[in-house]
Antibody, heavy 122, light 112 residues
């Protein structure tokens, strides 16, 4: 069974940092692109960042570019999101999601993890 | 950035009745490879989103055949032929042709 398990969420002050992790199992991790998608409280879905299967290409939404860094460790089947200079508007549940191909475009997300909550408060 | 616009925002449906959700994109989602990269997800209450339909009209594994997707170019529709209680939640369309990947604002489906 394909499983994605996020961790690392929590409370942080504006300007602070947090690192999210997503542990993957049940599939050949290094064959698939991965993404982070977030959902602010009571709001819709926003794609945040994606990474190719090899990790050689990374992609970001304008809202996080320069502040967030996506990475993966294919030897440990782990996806990460380093979040710096956090803002109140970054408060959201962050989901990791597996793509069905080696790049995050022209493909779907399945499955999604259960999400981890990041709260940026002052 | 491709803007995805869903209507209606919410829908209250009697069990057994049909439902329809519209999704319009600000640019064509038809790629030069002949495929159209439009997806539908359902987020049930308290759960993560789950894939229903990919490339406009292909139902994902395990998705009941009461769900059907249609459309082309910039106009798309998700139809539920006979709504059941388990279909409640928020439905999102998503385009996958260009980065950033973008979602519609969502359509909340409730049971009357």
């Amino acid at each position: 069974e394909v499983q994605l398990l996020e961790s690392g969420g929590g409370l942080v002050q504006p300007g602070g940092s947090l690192r999210l992790s997503c542990a993957a199992s049940g599939f050949t991790f290094n064959n698939y692109a991965m993404s982070w998608v977030r959902q602010a409280p009571g709001k819709g879905l926003e794609w945040v960042s994606g990474i190719s299967a090899t990790g050689g290409s990374t992609y970001y939404a304008d809202s996080v570019r320069g502040r967030f860094t996506i990475s993966r460790d294919n030897s440990k089947n782990t996806l990460s999101l380093q979040m710096n200079s956090l803002r109140a508007e970054d408060t959201a549940v962050y989901y990791c999601a597996k793509s069905a191909d080696t790049l995050p475009t022209k493909t779907w997300f399945d499955p999604w993890g259960q999400g981890t909550l990041v709260t940026v408060f002052s | 950035e491709i803007v995805m616009t869903q209507t209606p925002v919410s829908l209250s449906v009697t069990p057994g009745q049909p439902a329809s959700i519209s999704c319009k994109s600000s640019q064509s989602l038809l790629h030069s490879d002949g495929k159209t990269y439009l997806y539908w997800y359902l987020q049930k209450p308290g759960q993560s989103p789950q894939l229903l339909v990919y490339e406009v009209s292909s139902r994902f594994s395990g998705v009941p055949d009461r769900f059907s997707g249609s459309g082309s170019g910039t106009d798309f529709t998700l139809k539920i032929s006979r709504v059941e209680a388990e279909d409640v939640g928020i439905y999102y369309c998503m385009q996958g042709i260009h980065l950033p990947l973008t979602f519609g604002g969502g359509t909340k489906v409730e049971i009357k």
